[in-house]
């Protein structure tokens, strides 16, 4: 089960891969400015995932309206992230959790994903400007996708 509503976030550093190389986002950084939406997401380049993270690439206009910055984090190299972003014109900011502190962090570990070894399970979080969790969602399987209009509603209760 994901990390709880009204808990602290546990903040991170993670990869992302850009203009010029590699680049450090911490997710703390946000505290104090704006909101934060985690996407956790199972592998690049599968079909659901792609839906998802297209989807919310296209509507990425009501996320920065409601102050909120987007991440979807994968346990992917960066540079898998990348190639799978510029092919599919994901806009988003893709954030590599290689090593999958984050994902164990957060607890949404989706443990031998088609024998292939652990994922990010689908996960969805709010997290409001303090790095309090204030919504949290895992799906039930990996082929659900959140509830994006729970998303919304819970960062418009933070305007």
Known sequence: MPLKTGTNAPDF?????????????????NFGKRATVL???PLAFTGVCTQEMCDVSGGISAYES????????SVDSP??????SMQE?????????LNKTTIHAYDVVFPALAGIGDTAARAAF??????RIVHAEQTAT???LPDFEKVKAALAKLK
């Open 13 to 29: 550093t993670l990869k992302s891969k850009a203009a010029q190389g590699l680049e450090d986002v911490k997710l703390s950084d």
């Open 39 to 41: 996407l956790f997401f």
């Open 66 to 73: 409601l102050n909120a910055a987007v991440y979807g984090i």
């Open 79 to 84: 540079f898998a992230q990348e190639a799978w």
């Open 89 to 97: 014109k994901i806009t988003i900011k893709l954030l590599s959790d």
């Open 126 to 131: 709010v997290i409001d400007k303090e790095g």
């Open 142 to 144: 990996p082929k659900d």
